[in-house]
């Protein structure tokens, strides 16, 4: 069955430093990959996406990712935090069988420390 | 003004109670989604529908109903709400076969 990984519950990182979350995800073929910040109270935001082409993606607010079939991984990184990045992070994969589906990752709760 | 909103953002309702959920969206999309957000699951799909005439289950549509009303309004009900229904509930949209998703900023339901 399809599903997206998010091996990280929670991550810590001081303001300035640089983050990797990790997603990994189970498909036969590749999937349109996403990445959404929801910050408290609000819905999700698109930080970024890959369909195809060049496996670094850029994004919103300074965020990057990577796309590596190899490791059916999609991470998305930051080389330097900002404390409004504190917020809940999910990578997602819509898969394109015919029909719509979308899975989302559990989430990864990033918090900002001074 | 928000593309995608949602009302009520807060309800506390009693087991058993009827509860509509609403959606309205300013996108100008055709596809529109319900999610549920539980602490740990993610965002798990309870309905979505890609036109006015199109209605589709997700992976956890028992004891949920939808309304597309228009293009852009998009409801959902629960029509004898319980306690293991309570969670954040989101609107999304999508144009077309593009995937990607816009959000409304989420009804929090609580069934006591």
């Known amino acids: 069955a399809q599903s997206v990984t998010q091996p990280d519950i929670h991550i810590t990182v001081s303001e300035g430093a640089s983050l990797e979350l990790r997603c990994n995800y189970s498909y036969g073929a590749t999937p349109y990959l996403f990445w959404y910040v929801q910050s408290p109270g609000q819905g999700l935001q698109l930080l970024l996406k890959y369909f195809s082409g060049d496996t670094l993606v850029q994004g919103i607010k300074g965020f990057e990712a990577e796309f590596k079939r190899s490791q059916s991984s999609f991470n998305l990184r930051k080389p330097s935090v900002h404390w409004s990045d504190a917020a809940e992070y999910f990578c997602?994969?819509?898969?394109?069988?015919?029909?719509?589906?979308?899975?989302f990752g559990a989430g990864t709760r990033l918090f900002v420390k001074a | 003004d928000a593309d995608v909103t949602q009302t009520p953002r807060n309800r506390i309702t009693k087991t058993g109670k009827r509860i509509m959920l609403e959606c309205s969206q300013t996108?100008?999309?055709?596809?529109m989604y319900w999610y549920r957000q539980d602490p740990g699951l993610g965002l798990r799909l309870i309905y979505y529908?890609?036109?006015?005439?199109?209605?589709n289950k997700g992976e956890i549509s028992d004891g949920y109903s939808v309304s597309r009303q228009a293009q852009a309004k998009f409801s959902l009900s629960l029509e004898s709400a319980i306690p293991n229904q309570t969670a954040l509930y989101f609107c999304?949209?999508?144009?077309?076969?593009?995937?990607?998703?816009?959000f409304g900023p989420g009804t929090r339901l609580t069934v006591t």
């Open positions: 999304a949209t999508s144009a077309g076969a593009t995937y990607e998703q816009y």
């Open positions: 997602a994969v819509a898969l394109n069988t015919g029909g719509f589906k979308t899975i």
């Open positions: 529908s890609f036109d006015v005439k199109d209605i």
């Open positions: 996108k100008g999309h055709d596809r």
